[in-house]
C-alpha cells in the first residue's frame, strides 16, 4: 500500500502577509505524513516590479514575462518568498529545502510558443523528477516549491504553480497516495458566488459539466476544476480545493476518483 | 582513505558579469571529484537595493543589513544570482542544488552581537550540517551556497561569504579531504602590489607573519590568509587564494599543514 503523500498549493496573498503567512506555517507544520508545499508570489513580484519600473502586463491572468520581468520573479518567488517560508517552517520543526526546478534537475520545462500572445519566459512543465523528490521526501524533508522552472539550457523559466502543483502531484501518484490541495481565497468552489457557505462539498464529472452548463461554475474555476479532474484521472486520489485558512480542516469541495 | 572534495568560494563580480560567469560555471565544471561552491552577490544587491531606493551602507567592508536590506539580500543572493548559477550548472551536466542555510538546517548561525557597530541581521556562523551535505554530495550532488544563513527562530541572516566557505570547508574536512578555494581579483597573494605576476606560490604562518611586518601583506589581505590558516589548523588540506579566471588551473597561492 502506497503512503500519503499530501501537495498542497498556496497563492501570493497568503504567504506575502505576515499573520497570514504565520497562520500558514503553523497549519502546513501540523499536516501529517508526507508533503510538499507550492507558493504563488504575484503580488510581491508585481510590487517590486513597479518599485523597479518594470510593469507588470497580464493575460488571460498569466504573467507576460519579459527578461526584466523574469529577474524579478526569479528574486521574488526562488530567494524573498521561498526563503522565508523555508525558514520560518525551519522554526517549526519542518526540515524543509526551497526549490526551484532547476534544483537537482527537479522540473524541466520548455518555453511556451509564441501564438496569439507571446508569453515570454513562461514555461510548460515537461517532467517531474519523481526519484529525487521521494528520496528527499523520504529523508525526511519537505520540498518548498517556488513557481520556477528550467529548460535544461541555462534558463530559468516563470511557471503557474497551479501547474506545478498538479503536475507534481501526478508524478509522484505513482509512488504515493497523494492528496492535491489547492488553496485560494474562497472555501471551496460555491453553488451562489455571494454566499461564502454554499460550498459544494463533492463534485463528479457529471455534476461539473453540468454546474458550467447552468452557469453555476464560471470564469477562473473553470480550468482549476479541469486540472483537478486530469489529476485524478492521472492517478492522484484526492483533489481539495478550500480556503487558504483552511488548509488543516481539510474542508472544501472535493474531488475523488 | 577520505576522497578529495573541492570548496570553492567566487565573490560577487564574478558571477555577475554575463562573460564572467559563463567562464565561471565552464571552468567549475571541469573541476573533478566531489565539490561545492560558494558565491557572493554584493554587487548586485547594492544595485537593486538603489533601485529600491535603499542605500547602501558598509562598515569593514560588511554591509549594515536592516529589514529593507534583508529582503534585497534574500532576493538577490537566494533567488537571482544562485538560482541563474544552478540552470546554468545543469545546462552543463553538473547536478547544482541551490541552498541558503536555512534549507534543511545546513547552516545555522546568531545575529551577531551589537558592539560599536550594529550590523543588523547579520548572522555569525554556529553550526554547519555535515551530515545532510555529505550524503547530498555522495549522491551526486553539487551544494551551491548563497550567503544567506538562518537562526532557527525564523530568520534569515545575512553572512559573509568567504565565512560561509571557510566553515563549510572545515565542517567537511572530519568526512573529505577538503581544498578550500578563494577566488578573488588578483592571481594570488602578491608580494608587489603593483606586479600582478609576483603572486607568492607558497605561504607558511612564520612567512605569513614576516610579510605582515614587513608590509608586503596589509588590508584586506589579512583577515583572508587568518582565516586560511585556521580552516588548516582545523583540518583542511589545502587553501588556494587565487584568480576567478584561473578555478581550473589552481595556480595561485598555496597554504598547507
Known sequence: MKEKLTVIKVGGKIVEEEASLIKLLNDFADVEGYK??????????????????????????????DADTLKVVTMVYGGLVNKNIVAGLQAR?????????????????????VKEVDYGYVGDVKKVETD??????????????????????????????????????????????????????????????????????????EEFKQYVDEGVIQGGMIPKLENSFEAINAGVSEVVITSSNDVAAMQGTHIRK
Open 132 to 205: 529525487c523528490l521521494s528520496t528527499l521526501l523520504q529523508a525526511g524533508i519537505v520540498p518548498i516549491m517556488a513557481p520556477l522552472t528550467h529548460d535544461g539550457e541555462g534558463n530559468i523559466l516563470n511557471t503557474n504553480a497551479d501547474t506545478i502543483a498538479g503536475e507534481t502531484a501526478k508524478a509522484l501518484a505513482t509512488k504515493f497516495d497523494v492528496t492535491l490541495v489547492y488553496c485560494f481565497e474562497k472555501k471551496g468552489v460555491l453553488r451562489d458566488e455571494n454566499d461564502d457557505d454554499s460550498v459544494i462539498a463533492h463534485i463528479t464529472p
Open 36 to 65: 510538499v508545499l507550492v507558493h504563488g508570489g504575484g503580488r510581491s513580484a508585481t510590487k517590486i516590479a513597479a518599485q523597479l519600473g518594470i510593469e507588470s502586463q497580464m493575460v488571460n491572468g498569466r504573467r507576460i514575462t
Open 93 to 113: 520543526g519542518v526540515n524543509a529545502l526551497g526549490l526551484t526546478g532547476a534544483d537537482m534537475d527537479v522540473i524541466r520545462s520548455v518555453k511556451r510558443p
